[in-house]
């Protein structure tokens, strides 16, 4: 015999979708991109990737190596979605390497802007 659904629910035997609690909506976004890691304010590697997913609060990538968790970096990638008769964007993240497994590498942002394509950071 099945126990009643008040109980089955209770005792955890029926499972409930996630519910994504993330701050920030992440977005699909596949775009390549240029990092650079950083150490005491000097670019210590440099390299490219592709992007999994951005949000506000940060991106996923793909890169050819491991990086390693904690440290700073800086992420240039293609803007994807452009007004017409808009010149091309890049967007520039800085933040810290949150999680690294593997060759996925998770940034979380503290600083984002727009620049235009032919810009460079400073």
Partial sequence: MFPSPALANIS???????????????????????????SKRRVERIGIGKTLDVSSGGVLFKAKDALPAGRLIEVLMDWPCLPKRM????????????????????????????????????
Avoid: C, N, W
Avoid at 13 to 36: C, T
């Fill in 12 to 38: 955890g035997l029926v499972e409930h979708p996630r519910r994504d609690q993330r701050l920030h909506p992440r977005y699909p976004v596949k775009v390549e991109i240029e990092y650079r890691l950083l």
């Fill in 87 to 122: 010149h091309p964007l890049k967007l520039l993240m800085r933040g810290r390497v949150v999680r690294s497994d593997g060759k996925l590498v998770a940034v979380r942002s503290y600083h984002h802007e727009f620049r235009t394509a032919g810009a460079r950071s400073s």
